[in-house]
């Protein structure tokens, strides 16, 4: 999940918006307006969309603490968190690597659920000062307001703890039988079936609402099955990934034979010659002996046909000192997540300020496809 709005960073962590948020802002704004229009009509038609601007927006700040949370404990824990996203289901902290251990694991998830209780607990105190006394509609607006942001803040822990991976929940239930095995890998096959589960559960629970007169609820509920569903899915595929690739350097994958080009070479000549003809990716491009810098496909298709014949090599190239390099040692998975910062589909490997070869996603693919064909 890619932010489409930048709000700043906080705490040293960039933090974004979704498009898709600006939907469930502007559903809860309009249910809340609705709610408070039958059980608080005297308090006119500017209070009430004031009230209910005012929830969304600080429903906002608490799914950003609830994230922030998980952040900064996996910060304590040596782990850098690149971004938090919130979407129209909450929010994803996207944190750089898998903790390395139980006790980490479970920290991490369950300080979510937690932060979001205490905010509930503050809010519905908020609201007992406000004058709120167990009533279901407040009569003052900050009551009403806090009350709801309780609940809702108390529902957000709720969901949260459901044991089925990606969720919280799935995280700290993976963090148990990581501790009681020993297995990570174990603990996360296991953790992401019940996901599956969980998530199967949702889907025929909505589908079974929407058939019984539930409507936009029941598919509601049954879309968050999905999303659970998907969810799950790719996040055991992130973590199989890690387990399969955790002991590979840069070294037993990369590519060494690398084709060297001059260049001088215009790119008219190079894609007949070369691209076309051998069927490789990635040129390295010398100069006086020494590499340069380095040509794919990517650097081609930025440039405009009719300039292809005048324009050279070096106008194109990624020059070397541009680009991350990695040494034959460096893990393979770090050489992934660095091709994922920078965008990029290759990484030229040096040592001793001497380019050994070039790394790319496929050589770490294809790797991964040997050892399944293999059975290992
Ligand atoms: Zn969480």
């Given at each position: 999940m890619r932010s489409n709005i930048r709000l700043g960073r906080f705490f040293g962590i960039e933090v974004g918006l979704h498009y898709s948020w600006f939907l469930i802002a502007f559903l809860i704004?309009?249910?809340?307006?609705?709610?408070?229009?039958?059980?608080?009509?005297?308090?006119?038609?500017?209070?009430?969309?004031?009230?209910?601007?005012?929830?969304a927006v600080l429903f906002f700040a608490a799914l950003l603490a609830h994230e922030m949370s998980h952040a900064l404990v996996a910060r304590a824990h040596g782990l850098?968190?690149?971004?938090?996203?919130?979407?129209?289901?909450?929010?994803?902290?996207?944190?750089?690597?898998e903790p390395a251990d139980a006790k980490t694991e479970f920290w991490v998830g369950i300080v979510?659920?937690?932060?979001?209780?205490?905010?509930g607990l503050v809010c519905l105190l908020i609201a007992w000062a406000a004058g709120w006394r167990g009533a279901p509609a407040p009569d003052t607006p900050i009551a009403a307001m806090f009350l709801w942001l309780g609940y809702i803040n108390f529902m957000l822990?709720?969901?949260n703890m459901i044991p089925g991976f990606p969720l919280d929940g799935g995280r700290i239930l993976r963090s148990i039988i990581w501790w009681r095995t020993g297995s990570g890998e174990r603990s996360t096959k296991l953790a992401a079936r019940i996901g599956q589960t969980v998530a199967l559960l949702f889907i025929a629970f909505g589908i079974f609402?929407?058939?019984?007169?539930?409507?936009?609820?029941?598919?509601?509920?049954?879309?968050?099955?999905?999303?659970?569903l998907q969810a799950a899915g790719a996040s055991y595929a992130t973590v199989t990934l890690t387990t399969g690739?955790?002991?590979?350097?840069?070294?037993?994958?990369?590519?060494?034979?690398c084709t060297p080009v001059d260049g001088n070479l215009n790119v008219?000549?190079?894609?007949?010659?070369?691209?076309?003809?051998?069927?490789?990716r990635c040129f390295v491009i010398e100069q006086n002996g020494e590499i340069a810098g380095l040509v794919t496909p990517h650097e081609i298709k930025g440039l405009e046909r009719q300039r292809w014949p005048y324009t050279t090599l070096y106008d194109v190239m990624r020059p070397l000192d541009q680009l991350h390099t990695v040494?034959?040692?460096?893990?393979?998975?770090?050489?992934?997540?660095?091709?994922?910062?920078?965008d990029v589909n290759q990484l030229p490997v040096v040592a001793n300020n001497h380019l050994e070869g070039i790394v790319t996603r496929a050589n770490v693919l294809q790797f991964l496809q040997t050892r399944a064909e293999l059975g290992r």
């Open positions: 704004t309009m249910s809340l307006a609705a709610q408070f229009r039958e059980t608080n009509a005297s308090w006119g038609a500017v209070v009430i969309w004031a009230v209910s601007i005012v929830t850098t968190t690149r971004a938090i996203t919130l979407f129209a289901l909450g929010g994803v902290a996207q944190i750089e690597k979510g659920p937690l932060s979001s209780a205490a905010i822990a709720a969901f609402r929407f058939f019984g007169g539930a409507g936009f609820g029941g598919l509601w509920i049954a879309f968050i099955g999905w999303f659970l690739l955790k002991d590979v350097r840069v070294g037993d994958v990369m590519n060494r034979d008219e000549t190079f894609v007949e010659d070369y691209l076309l003809r051998t069927g490789r040494t034959p040692a460096t893990p393979v998975m770090e050489a992934l997540e660095t091709m994922g910062r920078d």
